[in-house]
């Protein structure tokens, strides 16, 4: 098999998987996650539920792929970056290109985005996804930090500095989803990490506040 053929079919892997981890998120929030079969997540993908366990071993294991996913990609793209580029700078570059709606996204994309956010919310209480995205989250801190390591000449194993950047980027990305979810007027997700990722570089400084 070419290098060519080989990169094809890494990226129909990439692809398809995308599509099943959306394909459950959707189908979770619109209907809620006792009501959504793996046949149901297939079928939407337009794969097999074959194909499906080939991929996932559980509904919530697909759900949380798209945010182990995500890190993943900001700790591939962090590494493409420019060597002098200052390591805050190159964060927000990767965590913002993982933002760009993806072909699974364009094909079924959010109507309603209160509707939405409200289905979100509720699929995030349930515990089976909670447990699923607690250990995504442990899985994308090694990922980013081992990436961080590789900018900024530290060792992630023994260096303090890695790990504490990585838990840093992956809790303002909580963050800024909490805030978007509960906005009003909307806000995007994009403003929100551009935002928190500047703060972080700031060193968290506080707000300015009215003097009386």
Not at 75 to 80: C, I, M
Not at 154 to 160: E, G, I, P, Q, Y
Request: net charge negative; proline share 6%; with cysteine.
């Amino acid at each position: 098999m070419s290098t060519e053929d080989g990169g094809l079919r890494e990226r129909k892997k990439r692809e398809t998987r995308a599509a099943l981890s959306w394909a459950a998120i959707r189908l979770t929030v619109e209907r809620g996650f006792d009501n959504v079969r793996i046949e149901d997540i297939a079928e939407a993908a337009g794969v097999s539920t074959r194909t499906f366990s080939n991929y996932f071993g559980s509904k919530g294991e697909a759900i949380a792929a798209r945010h182990i996913d995500r890190c993943l990609g900001v700790a591939e793209e962090l590494r493409g970056r420019p060597a002098g580029e200052p390591i805050w700078e190159s964060i927000t570059h990767a965590t913002l290109k993982q933002l760009v709606p993806g072909p699974e996204l364009e094909a079924h994309p959010v109507q309603d985005h209160q509707r939405w956010v409200a289905g979100l919310k509720v699929m995030s209480a349930e515990p089976a996804i909670q447990g699923e995205l607690m250990r995504a989250s442990a899985v994308a801190q090694t990922a980013l930090a081992a990436a961080v390591a590789e900018r900024t000449g530290t060792d992630a194993t023994r260096d303090l500095y890695p790990q504490l950047v990585a838990a840093a980027v992956l809790s303002a990305t909580n963050a800024a989803m909490h805030h978007w979810q509960r906005a009003d007027p909307p806000v995007s997700m994009e403003w929100l990490m551009t935002d928190a990722l500047a703060q972080l570089a700031a060193g968290l400084p506080a707000p300015d506040t009215p003097t009386s």
